[in-house]
């Protein structure tokens, strides 16, 4: 895990508990939570409090008054009896871009479930940008991935989720174990989407009702999308090629792109393709890709 840096002056001093680890039949019960806001016009990282192996490192600015940072998940992976909960805030006028260093790995284990629960509140002219890099559920976990979006009014969100059950790339099956994801996003506390995804064993991969064969799998959400950026985002993939499968819908202005593919790399491709045909209406900035992707 890369050394935790010192946050910029701007920022405040972070509270950090003890990372004293529970007893293994227990696993670390991790928190984290992050406050963004705008001070003396740039957003920064004004509160962070953090118990367990969660942590962040100094925030980067690549592109102005954007906020670049990269969320740490505990170095060995995520076992049954874990359970991390990460919270983030954008306040108003805060803009901030969220990514992982590498993908977050939930191995097998003895039937104890591990949790994962991520709340990002968005303010009104605020935005977040969450672009976390792929889970991967080895084959025999037992995981429960919770992430809900609140938005306010003018609040803008971007973001994705890829999943990938097995590691395709080096041949390695989901053959049993039980994933159960679930998505909620609301605006002023009204839902706006509500969606769950429970794989249990290889056969729920297989059903064509599911995820027909392929063993990864990929949501992108934006929202202010209108009519003619719907199609802006499909003319953006066509011609990808590949044996990957695509759709992007509306409803009403939050725009809904899921992907299958036979590897992480094949959805992440896609999915930042539509990002960066998105971004400059959404978020009214051209894309900027986070250093990290380019290791």
């Keep these: 895990m890369p050394a935790i ?3 910029t002056e701007q920022s405040s001093k972070p509270s950090i508990k003890p990372q004293t680890k529970q007893t293994d039949s227990q696993g670390w019960k991790a928190h984290l939570t992050l406050g963004f806001e705008k001070r003396s ?16 490192q100094r925030p980067f600015y690549p592109e102005g008054d954007v906020c670049h940072l990269y969320l740490l998940h505990p170095p060995g992976g995520v076992v049954g009896g874990d359970e991390l909960h990460i919270n983030v805030e954008a306040a108003k006028q805060a803009n901030a871009l969220i990514t992982t260093p590498g993908a977050t790995k939930f191995y ?4 104890k479930l591990a949790k994962q629960i991520q709340i990002l509140t968005v303010l009104n002219d605020s935005s977040l940008e969450w672009f976390p890099q792929e889970n991967i559920f080895f084959d025999g976990t037992h995981t429960q991935l919770t992430t809900r979006i609140e938005l306010e009014e003018s609040a803008r969100f971007m973001g994705w989720e890829i999943n990938c059950y097995g590691r395709p790339a080096s041949k390695e099956l989901f053959n ?8 909620e996003i609301t605006r002023n506390g009204e839902p706006l989407l509500l969606d769950r995804l429970k794989i249990i064993n290889n056969d729920a ?3 064509p009702a599911s995820l027909a064969g392929y063993p990864c799998f990929g949501t992108f959400i934006a929202t202010h999308v209108t009519p003619q950026l719907l199609e802006k985002a499909r003319e953006a993939i066509t011609g990808i090629g590949g044996n990957q499968q695509v759709g992007i819908t509306l409803l009403d202005d939050i725009l809904v792109a899921r992907c299958l593919g036979q590897y992480a790399e094949q959805i992440s491709t896609i999915l930042k393709l539509i990002w960066m045909a998105l971004r400059p209406e959404v978020m009214g900035r051209d894309a ?8």
């Design 108 to 111: 097998r284990n003895t039937g």
């Design 5 to 7: 840096q010192p946050l």
């Design 41 to 56: 016009g740039k957003s920064v990282l004004a509160s962070r409090t953090q118990c367990g192996p969660l942590t962040v």
């Design 205 to 207: 991969l297989q059903s």
């Design 176 to 183: 049993s174990g039980k994933v159960d994801t679930k998505l």
């Design 288 to 295: 900027c890709h986070p250093r990290i992707w380019a290791t």
